[in-house]
């Protein structure tokens, strides 16, 4: 049984198309990052698949009808919508009570190990707490859910990069095993890029690119073209150009390295550099989907 | 589903680490997080009680007096006299308990949409009925039971007081026969239980407003049947409307109590206490069902609510 599985997923908002026809499958073990723009749709499909919101379609988390069963799907699930989402009236003594008062699957213990490893005081309450111990503190809470899919929406926003950096350390390290499915949307696409092992941008309600991590490793390849090689790269149809300290640099989709390689440097480009790449060729043409890479393929 | 025989018999297809499961009460620990996050419900209660001993305390300078004065009354001319000050407590923290559901239930579903911890709430595994319901226990039953409490404690206190004031001139006693305290508590709880269900929907047009309104839940709770009320006079002249509200709002006691023309609106005897006919009120059933449908309803739309 897939972790998420979505059909045909659509939701509007008056006017305004939030998803438009999203197929989504995701296996348990993996950690999908989710980018796209603002307003692209992110939020809205994390929250259908939270039972946040109501849709129209398939969807399954779990094998369970989020917007119906939101609470025993809550058993198995975790999310953090946002930095500051605790309630700023709680002590943290409190909040662990609480959780594990409601919360079947929460180890105290175990929270209160991470806990420890911060200043956080257990008599503090959470409006006296700066942001990043906030965000310590429900990571922490979280993590001792043992839960099958984590759904995390833009968890670091304002945080500084120290927080930012161990808070995806205590993930990967303190949580991540592939019992586990974690499904991350953020705008620090850089910080997530080591993370991940599935890769998804959404733009305007649909998906404009899905691939896994090694596939977009193998797939994608940029190359800093020597000036005297650029209409020969070009074409060779690259799927974007942007220039970088008056040389270009352009970006292939299916190319042959070793033919590359003659034409200037070549190196991996970043997530940030392929989604610039894919949302400013999907601003341009309205028929979103990239299927158009099948250029010269050169196969070896 | 699954007939792999290597499949233990309670693991049932998603939870495969049933030992991992600890009990959980979702109800019990939700009133709690109402008592943490609103403290008004018992500390406002207690400032109000805390003022009512101290304006008996300078009451009863002269009071050695006053009583040998009253004694010289009939008896139930003596216990109106006497009670009038714990009466008025009572009567005071109920009042008080009745404000404070009132504004708790007008804030209980909209502060967690305005502070963002709705999307907190709603990740872990306790459904709306079971918040909407911990947040309508408020007023129906912790609200009374704090009341309660907390009325035999100040009327205690105000005995123990007098009987001190009075203990020189020998009457400390005549305070304790003309008030019964023990009476007194029996009609204490039938009193609180006759207000709070007479109340049921009060509490739950405020709760049910408090998860609609996106701001100024009061106005949204009190201008609306207002504006029926005027409309009613203004069309048809005529203002059933809002002598349905006043009898809602003040109308508790009305069917609960025997009053008695001389002992005023004091009472000190379980014979004036009329349940029977209470319960054969129709407004106290068309309440109910008025209070189950506002709740019911605001469970139902806590689904569709998030941050605002």
Redesign the interface.
Known sequence: ?ATIEARDLRKRFGTTVALDAIDLHVEEGRILGLVGPNGAGKTTAL?AI?????YQGELKV??RDP?TE???????V?????V????????VT?LL???????????RKKAEGFLARTVIKRTSKVRELSKGMVAQL?LAVVMAI?A?LLVLDEPTLGLDILYRKQFYDSLLNDYFDHSRTIVVTTHQVEEVQDVLTDLMFINRGRIVLQCSMEEFESRYLEVMVNPEHVATARALKPIYERPVFGRSVLLFDHADRDQLASLGEVRRPSIADLFVAVMSNNVAEPPPLPQKATAPEVTT | MNTQPSNTPESTGVSDSAYNKAPTQPFYWSVWRELWENRSIYVAPLIVAVVILFGFLVSTVGMAQRRQSVLLLDQTRQRAVIGVPYDAAAMILIVTAFIVGVFYCLDALHSERRDRSILFWKSLPVSDRTTVLSKAIIPLLVLPVITFGIIVLVQFLMLLWSSVILLPSGLSGTTWTRFNLFQQSLILVYSLIVIALWHAPIYGWALLISGLARRATFLWAVLPPLAIGVLEKIAFNTSHFVSMLKDRVFGAGDTAFAFQPHRGVAIDSLIQLTPGRYLATPGLWIGLAFAAAFVAIAVRQRRYQGPI
């Open positions: 049984m929250n939270l039972g946040l919101t109501s779990l094998g917007w939101r609470d025993q799907l809550m058993q198995n975790s999310f953090i919508a946002d500051a989402v605790l309630p700023r009236w709680i002590r409190q009570d609480y959780v594990a008062g409601v919360h079947p699957r929460f180890d429900h043992d099958k």
